[in-house]
């Protein structure tokens, strides 16, 4: 039941892409994003629902495809702040919606100069 | 606003102990989550209570337990701690307003078991 994320990590330049992938098998209501840095606390970065939902946050974005259970994570011209590791958490469609999260293992992101 | 505030920070136990873990949430959040943080299992849910309910609970044996109070504060206990209890606790506040609802999470309780 726990989503899979790809890549395990990754290693940019300042100002370089990346994207982040999240798979689940089971029908999702949503999917969270998150990120934490070394010793601290998972900072929410979005929300997207089914429907296909895209959102932004600063230079981050992420979409949602609901029909392949995926949502991914696009992180555009990195820059050193962006470092550290992203999570995804998953809202499994029953019931309704819940509060019950189900994260990924987590992709870490180290961003160099 | 004051964030999310969990307490203590550190504590160290020796195996077959109890332990119980505090969490306030954000003032105004009605639902709280608890989560186990390790390196090799990543974020693992615990439960969720609001109002003072369990509402959702992941799939951990029974030496885990919480609860709720009436102004929103959590604890959580485990007993009889065993040494793959060592980790980080984290709980997070919402609004509890149904799903879809931002996570807010405190810094944590770093457990470890001698």
């Known amino acids: 039941q726990q989503p899979v994320q790809s890549p395990q990590a990754v290693i940019l330049r300042e100002g370089e892409d990346a994207v982040i992938n999240c798979s689940s098998s089971k029908a999702l209501y949503s999917v969270h994003w998150y990120r934490q840095k070394h010793g601290e606390a998972p900072v929410f970065l979005m929300i997207?629902?089914?429907?296909?939902e895209q959102k932004g946050h600063e230079k981050i974005s992420a979409s949602f495809n609901e029909k392949k259970q995926q949502s991914s994570l696009y992180l555009t011209a990195s820059q050193l702040s962006y470092s550290g590791t992203y999570f995804c958490?998953?809202?499994?469609?029953?019931?309704?919606?819940?509060?019950?999260?189900?994260f990924g293992t987590g992709t870490l992101l180290a961003v160099q100069p | 606003k004051a964030g999310v505030t969990q307490t203590p920070r550190y504590l160290i136990k020796t195996r077959g102990q109890q332990v119980t873990l505090s969490c306030s949430p954000i003032s105004g959040h009605r639902s709280v989550s608890w989560y186990q943080q390790t390196p090799g299992q990543g974020l693992q849910f615990l439960f969720e209570y609001f109002s003072e309910t369990q509402r959702n609970k992941g799939n951990f044996p029974g030496r885990f337990s919480g609860r709720q109070f009436s102004n929103s504060r959590s604890e959580m206990n485990v007993s009889t701690l065993e040494l793959g209890d060592s980790a980080l606790y984290l709980c997070a506040s919402s609004t509890g307003q149904g799903g879809n609802q931002p996570q807010h999470f405190g810094d944590g309780t770093r457990l470890s078991i001698l």
């Open positions: 958490g998953t809202e499994v469609m029953y019931g309704g919606a819940t509060n019950k999260l189900i």
């Open positions: 997207l629902l089914k429907g296909g």
